[in-house]
């Protein structure tokens, strides 16, 4: 994986401009977006008692790493009853997966420039 292989489902100029362009913020700050999304994404289903506050939690985690679709979604989830909820969660859990894909590669093509010096 590499960053060839992003899609497009993280905006990775939103974490640049945080983190100033240094790798090892960079690399720390997406380390913990994936544990967030460990921890929080089971629980993006009605049938638990957190999906809002999953949904609420990954919203803002997304939105400060440029996982603008993924911030979107659980923000809809959150905002809906727990009837209208399933779908809008499925949207979540799908564009989280995106994002973690996209994570994959970036975090991989920043741990290839760490290699190279």
Not at 74 to 90: G, S
């Amino acid at each position: 994986m590499a960053r060839r292989d992003l899609s497009g489902a993280v905006d990775f100029t939103v974490l640049e401009r945080m983190t100033g362009g240094v790798d090892v913020i960079t690399e720390e700050i997406l380390g913990l977006f994936v544990q967030q999304a460990a921890i929080w994404s089971p629980l993006l289903d009605v049938r638990e008692d957190g999906w809002r506050d999953a949904a609420h939690t990954l919203r803002g985690a997304a939105a400060g790493i440029g996982a603008e679709e993924v911030a979107t979604a659980c923000a809809l989830a959150e905002a809906v009853d727990k009837a209208d909820a399933p779908p809008m969660l499925e949207r979540a859990r799908t564009a989280l997966e995106a994002a973690l894909a996209d994570v994959a590669a970036y975090r991989h093509e920043l741990m290839l420039r760490g290699l190279k010096g």
